[in-house]
């Protein structure tokens, strides 16, 4: 099993643009989860999904976010018209689902900055 | 918001000392957890107590959970170099396998 996955580590781009970050699961692990954190600050819950179907949304996720996982596989997390308030660390993070305790497997995250 | 609260918010020890660290959280929990981010890196989970346990040790970890005062500590004992990263703790709203939240977290030196 080789993890969590994230793509892109880091991605730098100009305010305004629009961003696209992937995350890959665990194998066979229903829920995934995005979180956004910020310097000095800890993981802020965005969204989750329980296979395909997107369960939770955070308030956190302006209707410039969107996020899918349209095969209960991976997931695309995507920022449209980038602000320089959404400079941040997008962490992805997943788990078995139903029976589990709770523990998060998490990706090594993907850094934004907009400039 | 954040459910949990951790205490101090950073901490510099030598190495081979204890480090302790503490969480406060506001509402009723099945679990706390804890996990350690290195710089720059994804959270790693390190232990979970359950809301009926006490006390739970881990290798060099041991964390204790006061319900009564919806608080929890970690300690690390004999501190390395390589235990220098930020430590959280984090607690599902509701149920045992909803969303975690995570306090602010702990910076943790250990100086060589």
């Known amino acids: 099993d080789t993890g969590v996955s994230q793509d892109p580590r880091h991605k730098i781009t100009k305010r305004g643009q629009n961003v696209t970050f992937r995350c890959d699961p665990i194998s066979e692990h229903n829920r995934l989860y995005w979180y956004r954190q910020t310097l000095g600050q800890g993981p802020e819950f965005l969204t989750y999904f329980q296979n395909e179907a997107q369960l939770e949304k955070s308030r956190l996720l302006s209707d410039r976010f969107s996020a899918e996982r349209p095969k209960g596989s991976f997931s695309t997390l995507e920022i449209q018209r980038t602000e320089q308030g959404d400079s941040a660390m997008y962490l992805c993070a997943s788990n078995p689902g139903q029976g589990n305790t709770g523990e998060l497997f998490f990706g090594e995250g993907s850094r934004l900055t907009v400039l | 918001s954040q459910q949990g609260e951790e205490d101090p918010q950073a901490l510099s020890i030598q190495e081979g000392e204890n480090a302790t660290m503490n969480c406060s959280y506001k509402t009723s929990i099945n679990n706390l957890q804890w996990y350690r981010q290195n710089s720059g890196r994804g959270l790693v989970h390190l232990i979970l107590i359950r809301s009926n346990e006490r006390e739970k040790h881990s290798g060099r970890l041991r964390v204790t959970l006061d319900t009564s005062k919806k608080s929890s500590s970690l300690l690390i004992t004999a501190s390395r170099a390589a235990d220098t990263a930020s430590y959280f703790c984090?607690?599902?709203?509701?149920?045992?396998?909803?969303?975690?939240?995570f306090g602010k977290g702990i910076t943790l030196s250990v100086r060589p």
């Open positions: 984090a607690t599902p709203l509701t149920g045992a396998n909803s969303k975690l939240t």
